[in-house]
């Protein structure tokens, strides 16, 4: 349950060894498919008429959520950059290496049979999820949201980089509550399953068993004081288009290291558009919108891509002592620490 899986966009912002590029930037991005091409590509209907977007997808890209400074001014990378910049970021996010310290060794933990990985470069070619505004990085935070995540650091120094005084310490993913949505991509697991009815559109995600149900039927919000952890959803079709409207966050949130948002709470508000460009492609994009939190809107997009079923169960708390691992192993720290105390 310790939550030692990055995302590979997050590996990616991390990765060594790649030359810089040319940082003049691209209009229009090379290799991908045109608004023409999509033109042609009739989405299938639902019995009821609705387009078809059912189905099991994945969001899993090697493209980081920010654009690296390496690519400043650069929107887009040539095929040529973006198989190199792939290859090299898969290399470096790989849990079957063995080099570098025990540390590093345990941090990856399971080997590379259980994570994910991308079969090919990413459609979009980007150098970042982020694609407003254009410099591809999410907006600064209010003075009030910095002074207060200022205040958690130093609160995290001063007790260590991993408090575990208790399970409230811990996230709400280790704690099997919540990953949230939008969701980002992890290296494992990042999986959704849509099913429509004439009334619904249900987005179940399998990580910690969530299920999005969204009406259809225009009802309004519910009453702003009463949160989830995943927000009130209200959708609505505008075209080949769903639109999905979110608000009634849990200020909780938070403290989710997996959520699209990080630092936004209570008044985050998120519009999120599904449309489907083929057979094997969803055109994902969401809108965050939190005066707030961040000091402007931001946009991002996220391809999710048609994978074969089934969905596995993840088996959150079921056989897992990963909680009382993390908790008795920061009681036996302090115990030696205190031995080597009375030693000196």
């Not at 290296?187 to 149900?213: C, D, W």
């Not at 088996?315 to 909680?323: R, S, V």
Request: one cysteine or more; hydrophobic letters at 35%; a neutral charge.
């Amino acid at each position: 349950m310790k939550d030692v899986v990055f995302t590979l966009f997050a590996a990616l912002t991390l990765a060594i060894g790649l030359q810089p590029v040319p940082t003049a930037a691209q209009d229009k991005p090379p290799n991908v498919k045109t608004t023409a091409a999509v033109k042609k590509w009739i989405p299938p209907r639902t019995p009821d008429g609705q387009p078809d977007l059912q189905g099991i997808w994945s969001n899993v890209t090697v493209t980081p959520l920010e654009r690296p400074s390496q690519f400043a001014g650069k929107p887009f990378l040539t095929a040529e950059e973006a198989a190199a910049y792939q290859k090299q970021a898969l290399k470096n996010s790989n849990k079957d290496r063995r080099d570098g310290s025990a540390d590093d060794d345990l941090n990856r933990a399971y080997n590379e049979a259980w994570y994910e990985s991308v079969k090919k470069t990413d459609q979009t070619i980007r150098t970042s999820l982020v694609i407003d505004p254009p410099d591809g990085r999410i907006p600064a935070w209010t003075p009030e949201v910095q002074k207060r995540e200022d205040a958690r650091t130093q609160e995290m120094k001063r007790r260590g980089p991993e408090p575990a005084d208790s399970w409230e310490d811990r996230t709400l993913s280790e704690r099997c509550i919540t990953l949230g949505a939008p969701r980002l991509p992890r290296g494992y697991n990042s999986n959704f399953q849509i099913v429509q009815t004439p009334k619904y559109v249900v987005i179940l995600h399998e990580m910690i068993h969530e299920a999005r149900i969204i009406p259809l039927d225009g009802r309004p919000h519910i009453d702003k004081n009463i949160p989830q952890w995943l927000g009130d959803s209200r959708g609505r079709w505008e075209g080949n288009t769903l639109i999905v409207d979110t608000t009634n966050f849990n200020d909780k949130i938070v403290f989710n290291i997996v959520n699209c948002c990080r630092g936004a709470g209570a008044n985050l508000h998120v519009i999120e558009r599904f449309t489907r460009l083929d057979a094997d492609t969803i055109d994902y994009q969401y809108t965050v919108d939190d005066p707030s939190t961040f000091t402007k809107p931001y946009t991002v997009a996220l391809p999710w891509t048609k994978i074969d079923g089934p969905l596995f169960e993840y088996a959150c708390h079921e056989g897992n002592y990963g909680m009382v691992n993390i908790l008795s192993n920061a009681r036996a720290a302090e115990a030696a620490a205190r031995d080597a105390a009375k030693k000196k």
